[in-house]
Nanobody, 123 residues
Framework: QVQLVESGGGLVQPGGSLRLSCAASGSIVRVNAWGWYRQAPGKQRELVAGIITGGRTNYADSVKGRFTISRDNAKNTVYLQMNGLKPEDTAVYYC?????????????????WGQGTQVTVSS
């Protein structure tokens, strides 16, 4: 069974920083792509940042220059370093992984979601 577990959310003042982590566990062969999404109350879930095999990254315009996504392949973990946080960054942040895993009876590729972690930016 594959699981994604997030950590690192919390309350921070405007201009502050937080680092989110998301670790995948289970019979994982390879993580092809990671993504961080967020959902604010009353809004749709949106992609914040993504990173794919080879290291190419992409960011939402609203976070470019402030957020950085990175990964540790050996640990099957992705990070989101968030600097210069603004009140409008307040949301529940979710990680997503498109990965290949060993079910015991074959290899499959699927995507998984973390449970979400709350980020609140407020003075």
């Amino acid at each position: 069974q594959v699981q994604l577990v997030e950590s690192g959310g919390g309350l921070v003042q405007p201009g502050g920083s937080l680092r989110l982590s998301c670790a995948a566990s289970g019979s994982i062969v390879r993580v092809n792509a990671w993504g961080w999404y967020r959902q604010a109350p009353g809004k749709q879930r949106e992609l914040v940042a993504g990173i794919i095999t080879g290291g190419r990254t992409n960011y939402a315009d609203s976070v470019k220059g402030r957020f950085t996504i990175s990964r540790d392949n050996a640990k099957n973990t992705v990070y989101l370093q968030m600097n210069g946080l603004k009140p409008e960054d307040t949301a529940v942040y979710y990680c997503n992984a498109v990965l290949r895993y060993d079910s015991g009876s074959g290899y499959y590729t699927s995507d998984y979601w973390g449970q979400g972690t709350q980020v609140t930016v407020s003075s």
